[in-house]
């Protein structure tokens, strides 16, 4: 690869990417101060917070200049390792229910 393509377009992208978030995050402010039910506003707002976290990742972390496969691993791995995560949850509940004397 030569020099010149590896360049990269200056602050463009950059440019961009930030008036986009700071776009979105206005499009926050505008959902919270609607009179709408509540689970509307949860998922309105968690709409927005999936785009603007979809762009910080693939801005941020650079992924947009990955291959597929690997841009298709991560966010599986990533969901994968989430949903793990939410398995202690019952027992959680359990304790918060019945204290330490439930079996």
Do not use: P
Not at 15 to 20: D, E, H, Q, R, S
Not at 44 to 50: D, G, I, L, N
Not at 65 to 87: A, D, H, N, P
Not at 90 to 95: I, K, Q, W
């Amino acid at each position: 690869m030569t020099n010149s393509q590896m360049k990269t377009g200056g602050i463009g992208k950059d440019l961009i990417v930030y008036l986009c978030l700071l776009g979105l995050a206005g499009v926050q402010f505008f959902i919270a101060y609607q009179n709408i039910d509540a689970w509307q506003m949860f998922a309105r707002m968690f709409a927005v917070a999936m785009v603007e976290a979809g762009l910080a990742v693939m801005f941020f972390m650079h992924l947009w200049t990955e291959k597929r496969g690997f841009v298709l691993f991560v966010l599986i791995f990533t969901g994968f390792v989430l949903l793990t995560m939410q398995y202690g949850w019952t027992d959680s509940f359990r304790l918060l229910r019945c204290g330490l004397n439930c079996s």
